[in-house]
């Protein structure tokens, strides 16, 4: 008798027959993939997928999922027929910006493992005839890449998950999510109920609708992108057959939103050139028997908007100037906010997951990812870029999909930087000092929906004042880029005078209750039961001991804990751990409530003269936090430092907030008070060693090796992750985040790069700055335990090879000199 729960799978495209065949693998047999097509061609977006598969992005987890993709589907095949075409992949430069770009491309396929080099014009012309070497400055070429037969895989997976007892049903639509008591029961098909444990919805492009079956909404736009087949091509003739269908690496023509590959001897043309096409589910034509050339997910090609691109396509491939377009689609698939897929359980529905939004690109990993989490209850490949949970509540709002899916289509082979912000929607979310930041000449970028200073213009005066030593060397083009020596000056005012930085972003979770203590206890890695006014800083770990997050943990009464977190998923979490029984509340209290953090050596010059309350060191002490008033403003004064510094997190709520500033600023005047920016930010706290989650460290680092162990507290008793650490030597990590200085003094680098340990790739970069305080560039990467402090290493800056040394951390203030007083 098994016991294994009964899944239904909705959606037999590429991402439901692949997680079909994972669960199936993993002993998980009891298991039905319905899908409203006929079988196999269902008319999802699957069945006219032309398949190209490029590995490298500037994500790890989406360039690994790629990978397992093509590990994957190379070993597949359906009656000889291949499912995997490794036929290469090419994408070229026009503009020398792409051919920079592309540096920087084959630095990540470096730094997450995949094999690829940027070429010559005339080498490119070897590898793909039909290109004209004179028109065209390089490409990277990357050997591993290919072509997906989606089609042919989607079979080739169903027989293997149908020969371990897997049960596929074609032309069965559903029609609702049955539920009870918060559970999942089933599905309601148009041939009846389908009993389910477990349902996950793979519906794709439809995955909005049946997300509403579960209320559960699911952020993504369905769009159109047009393809086009050309007629025969004399110049393939002879090359390939019915069987091969290509041969020549996969193309990519950025610069004209362009891609190409063969299908024998036809070319086939993608193109993101053209305006975005939203489709609505109901525009779709009905199509009870899909064909190759009719389908639900197939608009009728609209030939005025490929002009252009047909124009650039004759341009690169001079073979198409006698060539004709003999037919075209307007093909539809899924868009979100920020690009990445969408993945993840209901938080109202147990039971019922998503798994949308994923290209034939990187079906397998998702698929093995979404497996994992229901077998083992965890992933392997960290998911913080997938999951569903990642967005704050404005994000998943319908016009801000719409805007920000349409956005991301027009964009979506522009060479990006890392830093660079959407240009709408914004103004979404401010803090109370939105107005005189403005008025200081903010420059804002974005997060989350929030407009965040970078810098302030107003400073600009001061650059002049930089005493020597402080003065930044100048920057190349790129690392200059949404970044001012103004920054500097920020820098420089926090080390040595006082700055004010609007913390108002950082997400905040007021958890309250008899039971919050307990909760927060069981959860977290530090000991909670401290007195009132104690904050902690504490880790949330998942069961095998990775980091799942890193928080502060204020408790301002016996039953009120304020939560300093890192964004959505932290709530997400925390309230998919709430206890059955009443008795803890988890509250969001970042919008109606503010944050400045006041910090330098005069912080408390500031202050004190504001408030009758003691703000002395022996009054508030270092992670310690009160009540307390400035000027008659009520606030809560935490005494934590992110640049580490001497100073407060001072928080209030909103209406006050912009009281609070014009005081402390006024206040501040006579000490050289400045507002500072994130730039300042970041480049300080990394000069301190302090961790960002999501960047240096993830669910795929233990405490130890991510350098943060110090906030593990195994004694206190069980908490999550705590047996997984508990057979961790704290002291043999083979790997560790580990800080690297540039050796030149100027070469800034900006994250995501790979790091060369004797000439060989052996790490990447999580963050990095211009370590102002010290003078010289400064970088976390992830390396061999090897590379102890003096290892020389170099990292790849687009094609330049910048020297660095491991340092020992922190750089500054290691004896918190500063921040102790
Ligand atoms: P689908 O294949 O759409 O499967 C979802 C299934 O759910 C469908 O079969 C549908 O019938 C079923 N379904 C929906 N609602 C219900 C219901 N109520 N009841 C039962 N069943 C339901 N990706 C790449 O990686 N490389 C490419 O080169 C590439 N090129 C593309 C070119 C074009 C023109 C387009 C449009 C897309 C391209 N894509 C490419 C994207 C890729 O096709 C999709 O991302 C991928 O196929 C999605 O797979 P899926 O299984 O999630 O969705
Ligand atoms: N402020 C508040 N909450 C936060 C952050 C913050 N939560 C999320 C994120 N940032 C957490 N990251 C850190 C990292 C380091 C410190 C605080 C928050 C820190 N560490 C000290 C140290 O390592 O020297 C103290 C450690 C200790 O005493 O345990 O200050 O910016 N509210």
Redesign the pocket.
């Known amino acids: 008798m098994s016991t294994t729960p009964r899944v239904v799978i ?7 027959t692949n997680l079909a065949d994972e669960l199936t693998e993993r002993g998980w047999h009891r298991l039905t993939v ?4 006929p079988l196999p061609l ?12 490029y590995q490298t992005s500037g994500s790890k987890t989406m360039t690994e999922f790629a990978g397992y993709t093509v590990d994957k589907l190379a070993g597949l095949d359906v009656d000889g027929g291949w499912c995997f075409n490794r036929v290469g992949g090419l994408e070229i430069a026009t503009t020398p910006e792409r051919l920079d770009d592309l540096h920087r491309k084959q630095g990540w396929a470096t730094s997450w493992g995949v094999s690829g080099a940027v070429i010559g014009p005339e080498e490119c012309a070897k590898l793909h005839p039909l290109l004209e070497p004179d028109r065209i400055l390089g490409g990277f070429h990357t050997p591993d890449d290919g072509l ?1 037969k ?1 089609t042919r895989a989607v079979v080739a997976l169903a027989r293997r998950a149908e020969s371990r007892g897997a049960e596929f049903r074609g032309s ?4 609702g999510i049955s539920q009870h008591g918060g559970r999942v029961t089933g599905v309601k ?1 148009d041939h009846g109920e389908v009993p389910a444990d477990i349902v996950v919805s ?5 995955g909005q ?2 997300g509403e079956m579960a209320g559960m909404n699911v952020p993504l736009l369905p769009m159109a ?3 086009v087949r050309t007629d025969q091509l004399p110049e393939l003739v002879g090359r390939n057959d019915e069987r091969s269908e290509a041969q020549l690496p996969i193309l990519r023509h950025q610069d004209h939103d362009l ?1 190409y590959r063969e299908h024998n001897d036809r070319l086939g043309i ?1 193109s993101y050139a053209h305006r975005p096409m939203p489709a609505r589910l109901s525009d779709l034509p009905e199509e009870d028997s899909p064909t190759e050339a009719s389908m ?2 197939m608009l009728p090609f609209t030939e005025d908007d490929f002009a252009d691109s047909w124009e650039h396509s004759r341009r690169l491939l001079p073979a198409l100037e006698t060539a004709k377009i003999e037919t075209g ?1 307007n ?4 868009f979100t906010p920020d690009g990445g897929p969408l993945v993840g359980e209901s938080p109202d529905v147990a039971g019922f997951w998503i798994a ?1 939004a ?6 397998c990993g998702v698929a093995r990812s979404v497996a994992q989490l229901l077998v083992d209850g965890r992933s392997q490949v960290e998911l913080h870029g997938c999951d569903a949970a990642r967005f704050d509540e404005i994000e998943t709002a319908a016009d801000y999909v719409e805007e920000t899916a349409q956005r991301n289509f027009v964009e979506i082979y522009d060479v990006k930087h890392p830093l660079q912000p959407k240009l709408s929607p914004r103004d979404l979310r401010v803090s109370p000092f939105h107005a005189r930041q403005q008025q200081l000449g903010a420059f804002f970028l974005e997060s989350h929906g929030w407009e965040r200073p970078h810098w302030y213009e107003a400073n600009a005066g001061l650059v002049k004042d930089l005493p020597m030593e402080w003065q930044p060397p100048s920057r190349d083009a790129w690392s200059a880029m949404y970044h001012s020596p103004i920054a500097a000056v920020e820098a420089w005012k926090t080390r040595t005078a006082v700055a004010l930085y609007d913390m108002t972003s950082l997400k905040r979770l007021e958890v309250s209750g008899p039971g919050a203590l307990s909760f927060l206890d069981e959860l977290t890695t530090g000991k909670m039961d401290k007195s009132v006014g104690a904050v902690t800083y504490t880790l949330l770990l998942d069961e095998a001991g990775g980091v799942r997050s890193d928080l502060t943990v204020a408790r301002l009464g016996e039953q009120l804990f304020q939560v300093g977190a890192n964004g959505n998923l932290d709530l997400d979490y925390l309230r998919r751990q709430l206890p059955a029984e009443d008795g803890v509340r988890v509250r969001d209290i970042t919008g109606g409530t503010c944050c400045i953090g006041v910090w330098g050596p005069l912080a408390r010059d500031l202050v004190q003269p504001l408030s009758r309350d003691d703000f002395s060191h022996e009054a508030l002490k270092f992670f310690r936090c009160k009540s307390a008033h400035i000027a008659g403003i009520p606030v809560t004064a935490m005494r934590v430092s992110y640049v580490g510094e001497l100073g407060w997190e001072i928080y209030t709520s909103a209406e006050y907030g912009q009281r609070l500033w014009d005081v402390l600023f006024a206040a501040g005047r006579d000490l050289g008070v400045v507002a500072a920016g994130r730039a300042a930010f970041n480049s300080l706290r990394l000069e301190k060693g302090y961790r960002a989650w999501g960047a240096d460290m993830t669910t795929e680092h233990n405490p130890y090796e991510a350098g943060v162990g110090f906030a593990v507290r195994p004694q206190k008793g069980d908490f999550v992750g705590r047996e997984a650490i508990a057979r961790l030597d704290k002291h043999a990590v083979t790997r560790r985040l580990s800080c690297l200085t540039i050796d030149d003094g100027r070469s800034v680098v900006l994250g995501s790069e790979p790091v060369f340990l004797d000439g060989e790739p052996a790490g990447y970069v999580t963050s990095a700055a211009f370590s102002h305080t010290l003078g010289t560039p400064i970088a976390y990467a992830w390396l061999p335990a090897a590379a102890t402090v003096g290892t020389r290493v170099h990292i790849q800056y687009f094609d330049r090879r910048v020297r660095a040394t491991v340092a020992a951390e922190p750089l500054v203030d290691p004896e918190m000199h500063r921040i102790r007083r």
């Open positions: 909705i959606g037999a495209g590429i991402v439901g319905l899908d409203q097509g269902t008319g999802g977006s699957t069945s006219h997928a032309p398949g190209l598969v997906a989606s069965t639509r559903v029609l098909t793979c519906a794709g492009f439809w609708a049946i992108h047009q393809y891609y993608g639900p997910s689609f093909g539809i698939f899924s949308e994923v290209w034939v690109t990187h079906s």
